[in-house]
DNA sequence: TTTGGTAGTTAGGCTACCCTAACGATTAGT
DNA sequence: ACTAATCGTTAGGGTAGCCTAACTACCAAA
């Protein structure tokens, strides 16, 4: 059962949860969001999100005051702060654990971060947490996986099985 | 830089690497691969089909036989290899180690298997194969995180908090 | 005050990906 | 042999998400 369409079943689509999240780091980092420093933060032109902000304005999610400054109603900072929470985990998980260069992990981490149930997301902070509290765990996963990654490192027996080593004939 | 545009870098669109590992999974399955199997399989009309695998029938990805079996070249074969390796690899990793229930599991795999790139879905193997290999490591983690997650379980605190546990404001 | 940069909007266009409906070709059942 | 189902295709339509180009409105500095 592939399922080939590639619909999100979530409310938002990818793009406006994408937004959402950008308004909210804005607001964060420098206390206001207009829709140009929008633009320039996601590298998309002003009139894509003229319009793309419209139906999120349209759910009460964002709203802008009397001088066009974007405002996201507690709703939208609601999505918006579970798209974060989603992104976050998954940059962690993929940089601090899987060891992945912070560009790499930056970019799929946007990209996963539409795609993951709250279920998965939870269960990679119990991962995330078990690593950091336990500190046996912590300890051992660290250095084993450092090991094991320099022993298969350059290049990896898995390019030349054909990537088969993980996955004989499907199901 | 969040980067907004939701495209991805690859050669084929996420539906062309989807169509790909599904006509290998229904070769290897059955050994052989209609249209109208592919677009039951992947629960699309076959209109969507006959149109979609032109492309991949322009760059040589994939053909068919004189009754219009379809056909994956050897390099149409390659990449459905490699899609499926970081499917089944994803699918693994949120099964096995997370523990998410299979459905999900499969259906998360299904969208991110378009969006790691090949450095990630290795460090992934390699984790696989350090809790498979190391017997150590493997059962230690697998307890703990059984415990730590009956521990956790039911209403998370991470709930309550506003999701704000592991995401202090941004960077 | 005129010149010019910045902000936001509109209009029109494009690709990816899906759909339904209608049609020709083949295959199978009676 | 005729009917019925199945297969694949075409034509036309729709949404999401991006673009450029051409505005308007404002604000600021010479």
Redesign the interface.
Known sequence: ??????HHERELS??QE??L??I??LH??RGYARLADLAR????TPATLSVGLRPLEARKLVAHDDQRFLLLTPAGERVA??V??RF??LR?F?SD?????EA?A???A???EH???G??T?????????LQE?R??GA??RS??DA??RS?GGT?A?SDC??????P???
Chains 1, 2 share one sequence.
């Not at 933060?41 to 998309?44: E, K």
């Open positions: 059962m592939l399922s080939g369409k590639h990818p793009s994408h937004y999240r950008a909210w780091e964060a980092e933060a996601l590298d998309v702060r579970e974060h929470h976050t985990v962690s993929l654990v899987l060891r992945v260069p790499t930056e970019r799929e946007c990209l996963i795609d993951i149930s279920t998965t939870e269960r990679i902070v119990d991962f995330l947490k078990l336990d046996e765990v051992l996963f084993r996986f094991f990654h298969c990896r898995c054909g990537l088969a080593c993980l996955t004939p499907p199901r």
